[in-house]
């Protein structure tokens, strides 16, 4: 059946204005003032904002990750993404060092295959790059539509590889045309001072916060920024948490340099005052660190001045028994905080509603710009004829409060616990099936479909 949308205000990245939209299928097929289709399925947008369905490029799905696995899965965490407004995730399928990356991939295959009800895709985690993995690449990025290739400069023995791999793997990536991303902070140096305290017996989680200063990811983001421009690949840094760490971005664009920078909603919203409280901290254990009150304001600018492309989670829930495991040392506290709900809604009520962003931006950088980078748009992350239908119908003025009570994620408490937001994702329609109104589900797992990924990243 066709649903025309009547009379919403459409908010594209570049456009804000009121017009009906046909769906036919998976499809927008028209756009226009007055459209009358018999038959269709109408839904009135009178007093609602229509924007382009969220695309979190940063979330891990039951990922293994330091002796437990995130909590929320295929099933949970997709279907949580829906209810706030995210029509589509990015996850990370992490190769196990010594091991091939078909084989990590057949493994994500099978955790997602059947089980997501919001449309999804990997980056590929590269963990050990050596011969055998250089030759892996070409069939990921040609066969698979796995375009770009995740990096990690800290986890050392787990996860993270060393310069000389850096620079040989960003080689072969951008011979390839794909893109290396990267979490950039100084492992070593991060190893040495989580190694300091607790020797001193300095074990809260607090002294997480503490092992990783400002400067152990402003030095290796722009190590990874020198070794991108020596290469000349597309280069693009997950999760930046702090000014040092945006200078280094801001420095390399006088030599015409880009670098795609991803920040997170927590270090837009939260700062590092929450490891005073105790224990409790452990909520918010992730890595980097929350920030101070500074590096929230250099964020924001950053948006706005076009350094920050765009707003992640880096979802990677425990449940609060996993947290647990840290309680005698902060760290053995699982890394990481659950928000793929409410990115959304928190970026809409906290930059649009509150006057630091625009509604221009607030798309661009909750779904444009990453369907534009990761080599999806414009089937991904905008409105027009011939795009998927994945939109969110959004009441801007509806007040509600975030509570573990009410709240889809699979983890027993809210980061945000209590956070008064203005604006509510009323109904969300992905591929033209309107999968989520008025709170209720009304796709079944399974409906979620692997986006295979071109190799060009448009310049955003
Ligand atoms: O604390 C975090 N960020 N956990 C997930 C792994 C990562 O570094 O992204
Ligand atoms: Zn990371
Ligand atoms: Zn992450």
């Known amino acids: ?99 091939s990356l078909y084989s990590a991939l057949k493994t994500w295959q099978q955790k997602s295959e059947g089980k997501a009800l919001g449309d999804y895709s990997y980056h590929m985690a590269i963990t050990d790059f050596n011969e055998h993995t250089r030759k892996e690449l070409k069939p990921l990025i040609e066969e698979e539509g796995i375009t770009s290739f995740k990096t990690f400069m800290a986890y050392k023995g787990a996860l993270m590889i060393d310069d000389g791999q ?98 997170c909603i927590q270090y837009l919203l ?28 250099t964020l924001w600018a950053g948006i706005n001045q076009g350094l920050v492309q765009v707003v992640a989670t880096d979802h990677c829930p425990f449940m609060w028994e996993q947290k647990q495991m840290g309680r005698n040392d902060f760290s053995k506290i699982p890394n990481g905080h659950p928000a793929l709900e409410h990115r959304m809604e928190l970026l809409f009520s906290e930059g649009v509603h509150k006057g630091r962003i625009s509604p221009n931006t607030f798309v661009a950088v909750s779904s444009t710009n990453a369907a534009k980078i990761f080599g999806m748009y414009p089937r991904k992350g905008c409105i027009a004829v011939g795009a998927d239908a994945d939109l969110v119908i959004f009441d801007p003025n509806h007040r509600h409060t975030l509570s573990a009570n009410t709240h889809h994620m699979k983890v027993d408490y809210s980061a945000y616990e209590g956070w008064e937001v203005t604006g509510k994702c009323e109904t969300v329609l992905l591929r033209g099936k309107v999968a989520i109104d008025k709170g209720e589900v009304l796709v079944e797992k399974g409906y979620g479909q692997f986006i295979k990924r071109a190799k060009v990243s448009k310049v955003v």
């Open 1 to 99: 059946m066709s649903i025309l949308i009547k009379n919403g205000r459409i908010i594209t990245a570049a456009d804000d204005y009121r017009a009906d939209i046909l769906i036919e299928g998976e499809k927008i097929s028209a756009i226009g003032h007055n459209l009358s289709v018999p038959g269709a399925m109408e839904i009135d947008a009178s007093d609602r904002l229509v924007f382009p369905g969220g695309i979190d490029p940063h979330v891990h799905l039951d990922m293994p990750f330091m002796g437990t696995f995130s909590s929320d899965d295929y099933e949970s965490g997709t279907r949580a993404a829906l209810h706030g407004g995210t029509t589509m995730v990015i996850d990370f399928v992490l190769q196990t060092q010594g091991d």
């Open 166 to 263: 850096m620079v040989d793997l960003m080689q072969e990536v951008k011979k390839l045309g794909g893109m290396v991303t990267v979490h950039a902070t100084n492992g070593d140096m991060i190893d040495k001072l989580i190694a300091k305290h607790r020797a001193e017996g300095k074990l809260s989680p607090l002294y997480h916060y503490l092992s990783q200063p400002e400067i152990t990811e402003a030095e290796a983001s722009g190590r990874f920024v020198d070794m991108a421009w020596y290469t000349g690949v597309p280069a693009y840094i997950v999760h930046l948490t702090c000014e040092g760490a945006l200078n280094q971005v801001r420095d390399a664009s006088k030599r015409n340099q880009k670098v795609f920078v991803e920040t």
């Open 270 to 297: 939260l700062d590092a005052s929450l490891y005073e409280k105790d224990f409790e901290g452990a909520k918010w254990v992730m890595s980097p660190p929350l920030r101070q009150p500074k590096d929230q304001q």
